[in-house]
């Protein structure tokens, strides 16, 4: 088993522009507490690394591995999304991380997004503050699409469709994304905006 390293802990308070002191302060040990760990000299007690994780704004995963992930958004960016599809029931199911799923008794794949076809063309069309986004696609109960989505980096909207209905759908405009549309045939097709 791996254990938090003291030059992970110095690594990324020095990252976080903190002193020792105010690394100490805010999960309440000692500021020689946190020289000892950062020389090798002690290890943090388990039972504050959660604290310590939090104040040095990592996942308690991270700070024992020391594997440091870089990402603009440790809370994850939406565009990163990741969709799950049960084909008995319909649900759906996402994620913005990989994850394993269920539904109806079966395990579910992620979908894989293909480029849209001619049969599934995702047409985007801007009216004042608003993406209007249609497809020409048959909408009947055997051959209908389930979705449509839209995701930025920070927003993820969802439109469940339904079959003998237009797919004529309204968003309204939050920057650079990606539209969704997943038919229950053919699987998930994706369009840059």
């Not at 079966?106 to 009216?127: F, R, S, Y």
């Not at 237009?166 to 998930?188: E, I, L, P, W």
Request: aromatic share 8%.
């Amino acid at each position: 088993m791996s254990y938090v390293t003291g030059s992970t802990i110095k690594q990324l308070r020095e990252k976080r522009k903190i002193t020792q002191k105010e690394l100490a302060e805010q999960i309440s040990v000692s500021d020689k507490a946190v020289s000892k760990w950062e020389t090798g000299k002690g290890l943090p007690d388990i039972a504050i690394l959660e604290d310590l994780s939090k104040a040095l704004g990592v996942s308690v995963s991270e700070l024992l591995t020391g594997d440091l992930k870089e990402n603009e958004n440790q809370a994850g960016n939406m565009k990163k999304i990741l969709f799950y599809m049960c084909p008995i029931c319909g649900n759906i199911i996402t994620s913005v991380g990989q994850g394993n799923f269920s539904c109806c008794g079966i395990t579910l794949p992620v979908q894989e997004a293909e480029k849209c076809d001619e049969g599934h063309m995702i047409e985007v069309e801007t009216i004042e503050n608003e993406y209007c986004v249609t497809v020409r696609h048959p909408m009947t109960k055997g051959h209908y699409l389930s979705f449509i989505a839209y995701v930025t980096s920070d927003t993820f909207e969802l439109v469940k469709l339904y079959p003998e209905q237009d797919v004529s759908v309204r968003f309204r405009r939050k920057g650079h994304g990606m539209f969704y549309a997943y038919c229950n045939k053919h699987g998930m097709f994706q369009q840059p905006v």
